[in-house]
């Protein structure tokens, strides 16, 4: 496994893959939802990249930026035995060097949700997955459901910008007791996190109402608000029943839908989803 930095030993590197490759984007502090990703490009590819960048354009100016967890030591170690190739980890000076001035923005998806609650952040997204693509020229990308609207956001960019390569979305990591898995998940104090199990109980919830019958949307959006509700500590930023590849907002009786929603826990915002 070769860790790179520069976009001159990247390609170096690149030269010598054999493809398929696979590109595993990630911001580092990896848990087993990361790993899962690798896991499966490994799978599925010749050659597998991981990429570890923690985006600062991505981040709005009140976000955590600054204190999102850092500890590449420890992702090169985790990384090691998942039989990966290359390992590259740009800083700043490499991915937005001096004078730095092209964005990619994708319009609609990127309007609700996510795109609503943070301005500029699904602009950042995709101007880094651009670079990345551009960069490592894979022939798979991967990405997980966790993040919902990222993966609907860069199909839509990778289809309008014409990058040759396919995205694949894997299934979301959880702890035992439900807890999607997150990098974030580290800032919450031991009864932030008991708070937090309620993010995923209330998509169960809702699930297992879908399951028995209830297929109206506004219905479904209303469980998840109540369940969320038992809980004090989190505060709801929304809750949304939508088509899993628009994100259009729907009403009324539902055969298929994704349920998201965001809620911050003291000073952590989380986000979790389901498919229905
Ligand atoms: P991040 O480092 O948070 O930017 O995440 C890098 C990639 O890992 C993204 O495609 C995420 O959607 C994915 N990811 C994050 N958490 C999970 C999880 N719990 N399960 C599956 N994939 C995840």
Same mark, same amino acid.
Not at 236 to 254: F, I, K, N
């Given at each position: 496994?070769?860790?790179?930095?520069?976009?001159?030993? #990247? /390609?170096?590197? +690149?030269?010598?893959?054999?493809?398929?490759?696979?590109?595993?984007? &990630?911001?580092?502090?990896?848990?087993?939802?990361?790993?899962?990703?690798?896991?499966?490009?490994? +799978?599925?590819?010749?050659?597998?990249?991981?990429?570890?960048?923690?985006?600062?354009?991505?981040?709005?100016?009140?976000?955590?930026?600054?204190?999102?967890?850092?500890? #590449?030591?420890?992702?090169?170690?985790?990384?090691?035995?998942?039989?990966?190739?290359?390992?590259?980890?740009?800083?700043?000076?490499?991915?937005?060097?001096?004078?730095?001035?092209?964005?990619?923005?994708?319009?609609?998806?990127? %309007?609700?949700?996510?795109?609503?609650? /943070?301005?500029?952040?699904?602009?950042?997204?995709?101007?880094?997955?651009?670079?990345?693509?551009?960069?490592?020229?894979?022939?798979?990308?991967?990405?997980? %459901?966790?993040?919902?609207?990222?993966?609907?956001?860069? +199909?839509?960019?990778?289809?309008?910008?014409?990058?040759?390569?396919?995205?694949?979305?894997?299934?979301?990591?959880?702890?035992?007791?439900?807890?999607?898995?997150?990098?974030?998940?580290?800032?919450?104090?031991?009864?932030?996190?008991?708070?937090?199990?309620?993010?995923?109980?209330?998509?169960? /919830?809702?699930?297992?109402?879908?399951?028995?019958?209830?297929?109206?949307?506004?219905?479904?959006? %209303?469980?998840?608000?109540?369940?969320?509700?038992?809980?004090?500590?989190?505060?709801?930023?929304?809750?949304?029943?939508?088509?899993?590849?628009?994100?259009?907002?729907?009403?009324?009786?539902?055969?298929?839908?994704?349920?998201?929603?965001?809620? &911050?826990?003291?000073?952590? +915002?989380?986000?979790?989803?389901?498919?229905?």
């Amino acid at each position: 496994m070769r860790v790179v930095i520069s976009l001159d030993e #990247l /390609r170096l590197e +690149r030269r010598k893959l054999h493809p398929p490759i696979g590109l595993v984007p &990630t911001m580092g502090y990896l848990h087993e939802g990361h790993l899962s990703l690798v896991r499966q490009a490994r +799978r599925e590819c010749k050659s597998v990249v991981v990429s570890i960048f923690v985006n600062p354009t991505q981040f709005g100016p009140q976000e955590d930026l600054k204190k999102y967890p850092r500890d #590449l030591e420890r992702d090169i170690k985790l990384l090691e035995p998942e039989g990966v190739d290359v390992v590259w980890t740009p800083g700043n000076e490499v991915m937005y060097p001096g004078g730095y001035q092209t964005w990619v923005t994708v319009e609609e998806v990127t %309007q609700g949700l996510e795109g609503a609650m /943070r301005p500029g952040h699904f602009r950042g997204v995709a101007t880094v997955v651009a670079k990345l693509f551009n960069a490592v020229q894979p022939q798979r990308a991967y990405f997980g %459901q966790k993040d919902a609207q990222q993966s609907v956001v860069i +199909r839509q960019m990778a289809r309008d910008l014409d990058f040759p390569v396919e995205i694949i979305v894997c299934p979301t990591v959880r702890e035992a007791d439900g807890l999607a898995m997150s990098s974030r998940n580290v800032y919450l104090s031991p009864t932030e996190r008991n708070s937090a199990l309620v993010l995923s109980q209330a998509l169960f /919830r809702a699930r297992e109402a879908f399951d028995a019958g209830t297929h109206d949307a506004d219905q479904l959006r %209303q469980l998840v608000m109540d369940t969320l509700a038992s809980e004090p500590a989190v505060k709801v930023q929304y809750v949304s029943c939508a088509q899993a590849d628009t994100l259009q907002e729907l009403h009324g009786a539902v055969e298929r839908a994704v349920l998201s929603l965001a809620a &911050t826990i003291g000073r952590t +915002r989380l986000i979790d989803n389901i498919f229905l």
